[in-house]
């Protein structure tokens, strides 16, 4: 079989200088005079100078799936590009993932490590309430954050349980609708384009018609309705003043922006080949010329003067002078400020990339090998050198949604929009009015992720996080007695059990000490030693907590439900058995993992090894035991009226005696020691002695951690298991603080841990008398596709079904693609 799929490639530019553009713009105007347009002039090249050195990035994950049983790994490839080019990104070498869940909290948060714009990893439910339910997957870089929320990328994932997936309730209220004038005003006599946008209760467009009203004329009435996920326009509206519009929409009234008295507006008017823009102004009559200029991703590529004669004027433009994206066109004012604004998508038909897929067969037989061939080609047929990610699974679950993002969209459209845009991938479809619903998104998203008003005033210009080449340790070093910040004190770091590598800093003015750009894999003991300026370490060292200056995600998750297949197109396969198929996956899934953060994978093969371990998973899950579990004081009135010792004792697998210590099973039997335990408090590591100094009530959360997919953060000190304890006020070092010593773990990259599948008839027996009910066939998030193209090897499963290929990657010339295709595992 041969898969073909056509994706738009980034057309690429000869850079021209801005005042080689303003010159030949002017020289075409005899009576023009230069200095009437400096202001102009000046706002473009701040503003491509500002692009160019503060080039922005854009993040985006492939998952393996879009949905996932509760329990299991979700797998991601992480790609982050940066500047106009998407080229791979060397500004920031820490990537943060995290997982939230249905209420809006964070379950669990990740840092994985970026080489030339890409890395790998998982993160797991581990940390995460037991619900089916819509959950969240977020990815930014500190350094994006400096850009606004749509450069945080974020990725909806349908979770289910063992039990049916929950239908959910009615949203009641009112829609939230938006009038948006095609330019950003409503100007009087200025004929314009009326965009609207109807959001309901869920966040999701939703379709409305109704009725534009004058309060101040009783027979003026415009009809309008929705036409694409909430959205619409009223063509030609020309507004008036001594009006007061409003929207009556089933018997609710809507406030339509206010009519300005005089102004400048644009109008765009798109054929296949150019764009018309048309400006029309009440401020600037005759004889006037105001400067057009439009970029894609931050790169000027046009800019131009516009004659205005009695108000009117038009600039046609060739299409293909843009690379594919969110055309910005922006008109300035005599001032150089910005007085218009419009947003086009523009794709560029010149320039085509064809991601193919090939196989020789449709179907496979059950563990059979199944190969697949990988290949990018320009329109001359000529290979792409590309970086990709390849994700195989079963489609017979949950349809798999062709209208979700993907990182085509990711980098062409959803980053440049400050909102949320609803099934991105529509856009880029084959559908008849994909292209005329893409202008109606454009029309409805406001002003873009560029703030044009804030460039035109520096001082609100806000950077306030540097790239990150590492993690950083930060805190305050006091005076012991009064807690006064001591200025020039010496701070000593040691990283690891050894401390061999050491660092030497002093405070600043106000106490303060930094250590940035710490190479840290998985979780490592820092050792922090402090004097004053006379030596003397009678001092109190307080460390900042990691992360905190990472955002929160603010609000609940919209909840949707997926749709599921009927029955019969699912193989009879109940959503229970569903589950408990993944189950008997994920036992496998942990055991290779484990292998792999401690060190011990030279070959997994299956023996009777695996039949004990699952006999013990299931005695595991029969007493109750957890991967994780956590009391919360404040939460369980019977667990805070106990000693904390013997609160502790009710956690499974967990021992707290006074006279044998604390020990954690964490069912590593195939190491033959175990470190004890490592506890914990407030980041800072204790002894157990301080642990039975603690009261009940001084403690608001205990955590115990026995999985290696939790323990690898901590190295193999933490295959002895991990007690975490976080108090009301924080840790009082018994006689030590005042020492000027203090230890804490720093949490660091994610260490790297490859997919566990099969390799039949090479390291598993292909008739072992085991069920092989994998979900993800196969996952590959590192692919380096050459001139030959990439062959991908992997083994079909023991589950009849229709299994998906999804691929995703980037050219080395910064062009995202995605393809996507199916066959079938028979029996």
């Known amino acids: 079989m041969n898969f073909l799929f056509i994706v738009v490639r980034n057309f690429q530019f000869i850079r021209v200088s801005l005042l080689t553009i303003f010159i030949v713009c002017l020289a075409s105007q005899k009576e023009t005079n230069a200095q009437d347009h400096q202001p102009s002039i000046q706002f473009v090249e701040l503003f491509n100078n500002l692009q160019q050195e503060l080039p922005r990035e854009y993040v985006h994950l492939h998952t393996d799936r879009q949905w996932y049983v509760f329990g299991d790994r979700i797998w991601f490839s992480a790609y982050v590009a940066a500047g106009s080019y998407h080229l791979p990104s060397g500004i920031s070498s820490v990537l943060y993932v995290e997982l939230i869940e249905p209420d809006g909290r964070m379950a669990d948060r990740i840092a994985v ?30 350094w994006a954050l400096n850009f606004g929320d749509s450069y945080i990328f974020g990725k909806d994932l349908h979770v289910i349980t063992g039990e049916d997936v929950r239908e959910l309730p009615v949203a009641d209220g009112t829609p939230d609708i938006q009038f948006l004038p095609e330019s950003g005003y409503l100007i009087n006599g200025i004929s314009t384009r009326l965009a609207f946008k109807a959001v309901g209760p869920d966040g999701l467009g939703t379709d409305i018609s109704g009725t534009i009203l004058d309060k101040n004329n009783p027979d003026f009435r415009t009809e ?3 036409e694409h996920l909430g959205m619409g326009f009223i063509d030609q509206f020309i507004p008036q003043t001594d009006t007061e519009y409003v929207a009556e929409v089933d018997g609710e009234i809507y406030a339509l922006p206010e009519v300005q008295s005089s102004g400048t507006a644009i109008q765009i008017h798109q054929s296949e080949m150019q764009y018309m823009v048309d400006v029309h102004s009440t401020r600037y009559r005759w004889d006037t010329q105001l400067l057009l200029f439009a970029h894609v991703r931050g790169s000027v590529s046009y800019a131009s003067l516009v004659l205005l004669e009695d108000g009117r004027g038009t600039a046609v433009i060739p299409k293909n002078q843009f690379p594919t994206g969110i055309v910005h066109f ?11 604004e419009r947003l086009a998508f523009n794709k560029n038909e010149a320039d ?30 000529a290979a792409l050198p590309s970086s990709a990610s390849l994700s195989v699974f079963d489609d017979g679950v949950i349809s798999y949604d062709q209208s979700a993002s993907t990182i085509y969209s990711r980098f062409y459209l959803e980053s440049e929009l400050n909102e949320f845009v609803e099934n991105p991938g529509f856009y880029f479809s084959d559908h008849e009015y994909a292209d005329r619903y893409l202008d109606l998104l454009m029309l409805t998203q406001g002003w873009r992720a560029y703030n044009m008003e804030e ?47 050491v660092d030497l800093i002093t405070t600043d003015e106000t106490g303060r000490f930094m250590l940035t750009d710490l190479q840290i894999n998985g979780s490592e003991l820092v050792t922090i030693r402090a004097n004053d300026a006379t030596g003397s370490s009678r001092v109190r060292i307080e460390v900042d907590p990691q992360f905190e200056n990472l955002p929160l995600h603010q609000g609940i998750i919209t909840q949707q439900v997926p749709d599921l297949l009927t029955a019969e197109e699912r193989m009879d396969d109940s959503i229970t058995e569903i589950s408990e198929r993944a189950e008997q996956v994920h036992l496998d899934i942990e055991r290779f993992v484990d292998a792999q953060l401690f060190g011990e994978l030279d070959e997994i093969t299956v023996t009777a090894d695996r039949e004990e371990a699952t006999d013990q998973f299931e005695r595991d899950l029969r007493s109750g035991s957890s991967p994780s579990q956590q009391i919360d004081f404040d939460e369980d009135e019977v667990m805070a009226s106990i000693p904390l010792l013997q609160a502790i004792n009710q956690m499974a697998g967990v021992s707290a005696d006074p006279v044998r210590g604390l020990t954690i099973s964490t069912g590593f039997t195939n190491l033959t020691v175990l470190p004890p335990p490592l506890i914990i408090v407030n980041d800072i590591e204790m002894d157990f002695e301080y642990l039975q100094s603690l009261s009940t009530s001084d403690v608001q959360t205990v955590n115990v951690f026995r999985r290696s997919s939790e323990l690898g953060f901590f190295g193999a000190r933490g295959a002895g298991g991990v007690l975490m304890v976080r108090t009301r006020s924080g840790v009082s070092m018994p006689g030590g603080e005042e020492q000027g010593l203090i230890t804490a773990f720093v949490q660091g990259y994610q260490p790297p841990s490859e997919f566990y599948s099969p390799r039949y008839g090479i390291t598993v027996p292909r008739d072992l008398d085991q069920p092989d009910n994998r979900i993800t066939l196969h996952w590959d998030g590192e692919i380096e596709l050459s001139d030959s193209g990439q062959n991908i090897r992997f083994w079909a499963g023991d589950v009849p079904s229709t299994y998906r290929v999804v691929l995703e990657g980037i050219t080395e010339t910064g062009i995202p693609f995605t393809a996507t295709e199916v066959f079938n595992v028979v029996q």
């Open 113 to 142: 490590e970026l080489t030339s714009g890409r890395a790998n990893g998982s993160i797991t439910f581990n940390q995460a309430q037991s619900e089916s339910g819509t959950f969240r997957i977020r990815a930014y870089t500190a």
């Open 224 to 226: 309008f309705q929705t």
């Open 330 to 340: 922006t008109l300035l004012g005599s001032d150089g400020r910005p007085v218009a």
């Open 352 to 381: 085509l990339v064809y991601a193919e897929i090939s196989s020789e067969e449709d179907n496979f037989l059950s563990r059979s090998e199944i190969n697949l061939d990988l290949s990018v080609l320009n329109a001359e047929g």
């Open 455 to 501: 460039l035109a005033d520096l001082d609100e210009l806000n950077i306030f996080a540097l790239p990150e080449q590492g993690f950083t340790i930060s805190g305050s070093i006091k005076s012991a007695v009064r807690g006064r910040p001591l200025e020039d004190a010496t701070v000593i770091f040691s990283i690891g059990s050894d401390h061999e590598d």
